[in-house]
């Protein structure tokens, strides 16, 4: 079984982009009933109106992030349990 750890790790192996989105060691890690969990992270919110400058802007391919891996679907409300 995977723990809290383990999730983060990979969180960052895939998703972190320094002053972007990134993800603390101790990250909340939120595990569901699939073979998965959520994983708290920063993301850079600019106080100006402006376009993001990372590859998760409003027209981007979030799957193209690592060639062959889609990003997870979030269900809404499952980190507020």
Request: charged residues 40%; hydrophobic residues 30%.
């Amino acid at each position: 079984m995977k723990n809290d750890e383990w999730f983060r790790n990979r969180a960052k192996e895939l998703y972190h982009e320094e002053g972007e989105i990134e993800v603390d060691n101790d990250a909340r890690v939120s595990s569901g009933d699939d073979d998965g969990a959520y994983v708290a992270a920063w993301v850079w919110v600019p106080s100006v109106k402006e376009k993001p400058s990372h590859r998760l802007g409003p027209n981007s391919d979030p799957a193209g992030r690592k060639e062959g891996r889609e990003m997870p679907r979030p269900v809404r409300g499952e980190l507020h349990k």
